[in-house]
């Protein structure tokens, strides 16, 4: 298990942070596409647990994940738990049949094109993902992870104020504490 201190900013297009990172000489990878199919639990309400669960597809990659609730009122900081499949179309249809039979149904699915750079900041790798979500918009999300033997509440801390420090280095500003989930959940309702 681990955590992840997550923060999520909207943003009109990617070229200033495509920019910024560029002066950092910070690579940036080509374009993925990611398929979350999310799920309802069958005997409780994960919107009002904050939790979620989801299978991931990435090309033939299959991810399954949940994800508990956030510990704070600033970041996504949460508990995730993430197992990596065999590949396949096949064996993503199986895990979609499987987690049907255990009467979990699906919300919604989101579909997202994604690029992503890992760069050093306050003692912690950071991943930033530059993505383009399908009906929602362009966001730039920054993650750190931390191992739960280490996550305390000081390496938390340590790990919100390096993010905070990296999304300020990037000129990000406009945050957004919804999941992508949410977004489209809302965006539908609209």
């Given at each position: ?42 005997q ?7 939790e ?27 508990c ?9 179309s ?56 931390i ?44």
């Amino acid at each position: 298990m681990h955590f992840e201190v997550e923060q999520k900013f909207r943003v009109a297009n990617h070229d200033g942070v495509l920019t910024a990172l560029a002066a950092k000489s910070v690579e940036v990878g080509k374009p993925v596409e990611q398929v979350d199919c999310y799920y309802r639990h069958p005997q409780r309400n994960f919107a009002e647990t904050d939790e979620a669960f989801r299978l991931r597809s990435v090309g033939p990659q299959n991810f399954l994940t949940y994800k508990g609730p956030k510990l704070d009122q600033e970041t996504k900081t949460r508990c995730e738990e993430e197992v990596r499949l065999a590949d396949g179309s096949d064996v993503r249809d199986t895990c979609y049949a499987l987690i049907r039979h255990l009467s979990f149904e699906p919300v919604a699915t989101v579909t997202k094109h994604r690029r992503i750079a890992t760069t050093e900041c306050g003692g912690f790798t950071a991943e930033i993902a530059l993505d383009d979500v399908a009906g929602v918009g362009q966001f730039v999300e920054i993650e750190i992870s931390i191992d739960s033997e280490t996550a305390d509440d000081s390496a938390l801390n340590l790990a919100r104020q390096a993010l905070t420090d990296l999304a300020q280095e990037l000129d990000l500003a406009e945050s957004e504490r919804r999941s992508y989930l949410e977004l489209q959940l809302y965006a539908a309702k609209s």
